[in-house]
Antibody, heavy 117, light 108 residues
Framework: EVQLVESGGALVQPGGSLRLSCAAS????????IQWVRQAPGKGLEWVAI????????HYVDSVKGRFTISRDNAKNSLTLQMNSLRVEDTALYYC??????????WGQGTLVTVSS | EIVLTQSPGTLSLSPGERASLSCRAS???????LVWYQQKPGQAPRPLIY???SRAAGIPDRFSGSGSGTDFTLTISRLEPEDFAVYYC?????????FGGGTKVESK
C-alpha cells in the first residue's frame, strides 16, 4: 500500500524557518516525481513545488521562489521542503504528492504550518 | 502560467440528479493533462479523473470527464449522498501545476 506521511508542521513566527518532511513507502520512491501542494484554512488548493525522481529538476510557484527549497534523498525514501522567510500567507496544510511524471497519483494526509506572531 | 477557472462556484442539487462541473483554461492544456479531484472536509483530495477522461482506479462509473484543449467538464450522472463535496481541477501539463478554485456540490 502506498503511504506518504508528512511531518514537521508547527507554529512559527513571520520571518522564521521550518523544514517539512515526507516519508514514503509502498512504492519505488526513486521512480516517482514528488510535489508539495498546500491548502490555507477554508480555502482552495495551491500547488507549491515539484522535484524530479532523480532530484535534478525542480519547479516552484512564483510566491515561494527564493524562499522554499525542495530536495529528496532516494536512499532514505524521503523528501524535504525547507521553508525560509515564512510569511503569514504561507499558513496552510501542506500535502506531499507522488506521481509518475507530473501526474499527481498519491496524496499524504498533510502537515499544518501556522505562521503567526 | 495556465489559469483554471471553475464554474459554478456552488451547485445545489438533489440526490439522483445530474451534475455538470466546468473547468476552463486560459490556454490549451497540453496532452489534456487535466485531473479532477473530490475533497471532503478533513480529507485529502481524491483523484477521480486523469487525462481529462480516464477514471482513476476504484472510481464509480457515474463519474466521467470530457473535454480537450481549454474546456473540460466533470459529470456525475446520478448524485449519491456521498458525492456532496468540493471538486477541483488541476492541470499537470506545465509548471506551475495550477488548480482551479473549486466547485462545491451541495445538497438542495
Amino acid at each position: 500500500e502506498v503511504q506518504l506521511v508528512e511531518s514537521g508542521g508547527a507554529l512559527v513566527q513571520p520571518g522564521g524557518s521550518l523544514r517539512l518532511s515526507c516519508a514514503a513507502s509502498g512504492f519505488t520512491f526513486s521512480t516517482f516525481w514528488i510535489q508539495w501542494v498546500r491548502q490555507a484554512p477554508g480555502k482552495g488548493l495551491e500547488w507549491v513545488a515539484i522535484i524530479k525522481n532523480d532530484g535534478r529538476e525542480t519547479h516552484y510557484v512564483d510566491s515561494v521562489k527564493g524562499r522554499f527549497t525542495i530536495s529528496r534523498d532516494n536512499a532514505k525514501n524521503s523528501l524535504t521542503l525547507q521553508m525560509n522567510s515564512l510569511r503569514v500567507e504561507d499558513t496552510a496544510l501542506y500535502y506531499c504528492v507522488a506521481g509518475v511524471g507530473w501526474r499527481p497519483d498519491y496524496w499524504g494526509q498533510g502537515t499544518l504550518v501556522t505562521v503567526s506572531s | 502560467e495556465i489559469v483554471l477557472t471553475q464554474s459554478p462556484g456552488t451547485l445545489s442539487l438533489s440526490p439522483g440528479e445530474r451534475a455538470s462541473l466546468s473547468c476552463r483554461a486560459s490556454q490549451s492544456v497540453g496532452n489534456n493533462y487535466l485531473v479532477w479531484y473530490q475533497q471532503k472536509p478533513g480529507q485529502a483530495p481524491r483523484p477521480l479523473i486523469y487525462g481529462a477522461s480516464s477514471r482513476a482506479a476504484g472510481i464509480p462509473d457515474r463519474f466521467s470527464g470530457s473535454g480537450s484543449g481549454t474546456d473540460f467538464t466533470l459529470t456525475i450522472s446520478r448524485l449519491e449522498p456521498e458525492d456532496f463535496a468540493v471538486y477541483y481541477c488541476q492541470q499537470y501539463a506545465s509548471p506551475p501545476l495550477t488548480f482551479g478554485g473549486g466547485t462545491k456540490v451541495e445538497s438542495k
